[in-house]
Structures are given as C-alpha cells and as structure tokens.
C-alpha cells in the first residue's frame, strides 16, 4: 500500500473547542480530572470496587434486571461480538443510513448471510417490514439487528415496537445499536424484548471514548452457550462470569476512563434515566423548531433523533465555510452531513450528553451569524 500520511507533529497548542458533534461530546471538568490519577493495578481490590460500582450503577440507571458488561473498546466491538455470539447463520439488518449499513457489512466480513431491508437515507425503520420478512423468510433469522438512532440521518428507529414483533419469534434474538442514542432517550429494555442493546461512552453518556457498554438478556447468554464458536474478547460468557466471580473485567481495562466513568455515572444517576431523557427531548425540539424557521429537517417526520438533529441544508449554505468559520470566531464545532452524499446536502448537530437548551441555542446563534440567516 502507498504510504500517504505523513507525520504531523501533534503539538501542546490547540484552541479547545465546545463539541456539538455527535460525539465525541463535552465532558465535565471533574470528570475528566477524574482519570489523572496514579495507576493501580486491575487484580487489586479497588478494581472490584471501581468495576462493580460502575456495573450496578449503570444496570441502576438503565433500570434493567439484564446482565451488563463495560468492555474497553467502542461501540463498535459489540456489532462483531454480538454477531459471533448469537449468529449461526442468517441475520436480519434493516438498513437506514451508514451505521446500520455497517453492521450489515461486519457480520457480512464474519462469513454470515445477511438479509437486508432497505430504507432510502431518511426514512426510518418500520415493524411491520420487519414482521413481514420474519413471517414470510423461509429462513430462520437468528437475529434482527437494528440501530436506535442512525446517526448519519438523524433517526429514531421505534425499536420499543421492533422489539414487541421480535418477540414474537422466541429463537431470533433482538440486537440494538443504541450507540448514539442510549444515556439520553429513554427506552425500557426488559419491556420490549431487547437481548442485546450496547453504547459508545463518548456519545449521551458524556464521557471519554474508550468504553462500550452492553446489556445481555438471560436468553442471549444462553444462546451463546448453546454454540460451538463465539467472540473471546467480547464473548458475554467470558465477560459475565468474570464479573460473577470477581467482579473484575477478564482482561486489563481502560482503567482511567472507568475512573471517570464512575463520576459521571453518578451524576446520571441524580438525573435519572427520565430526566435526561426529558432535557434531551427538549434540546431537540428547540433544534427542530430552529430548523424548520431557517431549513428544514432531513428525516422523516414524526421519527427525528432526540440526540442528532440532521438539518437539510434548504439555504444551500457553504456547510464546511460556515463549520470552519463558526470553529475560528465562536470556538465551537459542529458536524457536516454523512460522507459525500449528504455532506453539504445537510449538516448535524449532536445535542447530548451535558448540552442544554441554553448551549444548543448558543450554537444556532452563531451559525445564524456566520451564515448570515
Ligand atoms: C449509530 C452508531 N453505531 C455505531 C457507531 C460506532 O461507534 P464507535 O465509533 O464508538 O465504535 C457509531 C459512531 O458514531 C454510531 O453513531
């Protein structure tokens, strides 16, 4: 392969900038002093402290009776891992934008046969397309993977319904990517069926990246155990009766960022599942409402994010001019729209984690000054 990069010197010198992508996001001060702390070893008690606390509080905040694990790593892992786990064969991928087309491509890349259904970028996954391929697929589905919030459109999936029609079907497993999503939409797991559903830490939870979150239903670990091969690093059996034994993780952790996941768990917890969920909400009605005086939102009606808006861009805007420019005058930095289909069509804005009407309406007044609206 040709060596394109070249070294850039990374410097002390760069302007922080206030993060309205769709993650990472902003981060407390406290919670990231947090991770400046000497090491300690992850076979020590304090792990066990550290662990378990992080584990129960987040099981606590989640309000699931499911299993849980925190693995060092991203979101991303939990797309192969829950695949090895649970898929023999064939699993169904309803496909709305780049991420759920990802995860198609990751159990494809695992030599498993994926059936797609096919939404246009924008439109939003419907349960009755879903009941519709499990009823009339001769096939069995070991899985229905289905991403919460498609972050390159802008896309609230109603899994909560997804999740009732998959329960229909006791031996296909429901898997949610709610990477983007879970910490600030509420969504109650255990009511609606949902085996596995699995986060990024640096998104609505409004840490530092480096964590992936995942909760296990008791069926989804049995069914791991019922097969002969499975993911080792993010194998639920492995992870799980480490947690039962020891209360430990099977291998060294990202030790500092579980530090300062502890802090902002707690914070979480004060908040509670409902209340972010609700202070979410409304940033993203105060963004829509912004949106539709100045643009007009991407997705379809009625299914918009609560924690990315994706605006079309109905002004025709120079989105990266005005990102640049809103990054050198205001110090803040918002996102453009997915890839090259969607990067000046429209632009996104991530209203989660610790933002509040107040800072998002600090970023729509600079864009409207930049851009001249
Ligand atoms: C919906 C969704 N799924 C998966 C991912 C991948 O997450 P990570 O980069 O943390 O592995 C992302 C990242 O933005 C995402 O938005």
Not at 113 to 121: H, P
Not at 324 to 345: C, H, T
Request: hydrophobic residues 35%.
């Amino acid at each position: 392969m040709d060596d394109v990069t070249e070294k850039r010197e990374y410097t002390d010198d760069y302007q922080d900038k206030t993060l309205y992508i769709p993650g990472p996001t902003e981060v407390r001060e406290d919670v990231i002093e947090e991770m400046c702390q000497p090491m300690f070893g992850h076979r020590m008690d304090r792990m066990t402290d550290l662990y378990t606390t992080i584990v129960e509080d987040t099981k606590e905040f989640l309000g699931t009776d499911n299993d849980l694990m925190i693995l060092t790593g991203s979101g991303t892992e939990i797309w192969e891992s829950s695949t090895l786990n649970l898929v023999d064969e064939n699993i169904l991928v309803p496909t709305c934008g780049s991420f759920s087309e990802r995860h198609a491509n990751v159990a494809e890349r695992l030599g498993k046969n994926v059936d797609r259904i096919e939404y246009e970028w924008g439109q939003a996954i419907k349960p009755e397309d879903i009941r519709e391929a499990l009823e009339s697929s001769d096939k069995h589905y070991d899985v229905v993977a289905t991403v919460m919030n498609e972050s390159s459109t802008g896309i609230r999936n109603p899994i909560e319904e997804i999740g009732d029609v998959v329960a229909e079907y006791p031996d296909t497993y429901f898997v949610v990517d709610a990477v983007s999503a879970l910490g600030g939409d509420y969504v109650d797991i255990d009511e609606h069926n949902i085996d596995v559903i699995f986060a990024s830490s640096q998104k609505a939870f409004a840490m530092p990246p480096g964590l992936a979150i995942c909760t296990v239903s008791d069926d989804a670990f049995e069914r791991e155990l019922s097969k002969d091969s499975a993911s080792w690093y993010g194998g639920f059996q492995r992870a799980l009766d480490y947690y039962d034994r020891k209360g430990q993780t099977h291998s060294t952790p990202a030790i500092p960022i579980m530090l300062a996941y502890r802090k902002q768990m707690k914070y979480m917890l004060e908040e509670g599942h409902e209340g972010r969920d609700q202070r979410h909400r409304e940033m993203a009605e105060y963004t829509r409402d912004w949106a539709y005086e100045r643009f007009d939102m991407f997705p379809e009606e009625g299914y918009e994010s609560q924690t990315v808006a994706c605006i079309e861009n109905t002004q025709g805007i120079d989105v990266a001019a005005t990102i640049e420019e809103v990054s050198e005058k205001y110090d803040m930095a918002f996102s453009n729209g997915y890839g090259s289909a969607l990067g000046e069509k429209t632009f996104r804005i991530g209203h989660m984690g610790e933002h509040d009407v107040e800072s998002i309406k600090a970023l729509t007044d600079a864009i409207e000054d930049v851009a001249g609206l």
